[in-house]
């Protein structure tokens, strides 16, 4: 099971609308963006035409799971085994 | 939280400056701020810097910037350059290139010009190398990001209490933080 948790303001929600995985859910609610996924969730830069600032802040509404990649092209999230 | 006693904006933010005639030259001539007030002190400015000239330019809104200059003091070659840095408003992005090209124009080199999150600002430095930004709103902020960022310090408050805090242990706690207010309000918008 993973998770990113995305602030529901202008600049961030592009993050979660490029999320990516298996069997994604999104809710939107509380203030929040909330993608889950059985399995790695994966936000690739591309998809984003988002700018630096936002995108290397993209996880701060937290994640769930193991970090496996963040660097300037691509986001992944990954079950961590617990 | 903070209750009925509040600060009320900057009075002002005093540094020092071991380069006062270029200080005065960057905020006063190429920044044309006005300067409404000038202390000059003898024997008051402590043991190794007794006498002192404390100056202060206006950025507005009645706030102030501040230079203490101790006489006798040289300035150390090998002072690191300042960290901090200091950020002034503006309210339009016209101003915020007007600035730019201001600066420009009086031969100050813009650093950068960079879009945040919620701000967009330009970057000079003043000649005692303090990072000096200009910057301008995105939109407004909302209760969303500050319920945002209360959450925000707490899952780092948390986060330090572990041996080796990290940027990723700090997002999986603000991830279970986030979860538990989305728990607490199981209705879709």
Sequence with gaps: ????????????????????????????????????????ISVRRADTDLVDAVWFSALSGGYAGALERFDGDLIRVVPDGR | MPGSLRTRGVDHAAYVTARPAET???????MGLRTPHVITAKGWGGKPHPDFVHFFFDIG??????????????????????????????ETQEELLAWRARFERLGVRVIAQIVHETIESIYVRDPNGMVLEITRPLREL??????????????????????????ETFWQRKAELVEKELANDPEED
């Design chain 2, 24 to 30: 005065i030259r960057f905020y006063r001539d190429v």
């Design chain 2, 61 to 90: 809104n009645g706030d102030r910037l501040a230079f203490f200059y101790y006489f006798g003091v040289p300035e150390d070659p090998g002072a690191a350059r300042p960290t901090y840095h200091l950020a002034l408003h503006v």
């Design chain 2, 142 to 167: 909302s209760e969303r990001d500050e319920f945002d960022a209360e959450l925000s310090l707490a899952a780092l408050l948390d986060t330090l209490e572990e041996d080796d805090p990290t940027l």
């Design chain 1, 1 to 40: 099971m993973t998770a990113i948790y995305v602030l529901d303001v202008p600049e961030f929600a592009p993050v979660a609308e490029a999320a990516t995985g298996e069997d994604l859910s999104l809710t939107r609610r509380s203030g929040y963006f909330r993608v889950s996924s059985p399995g790695p």
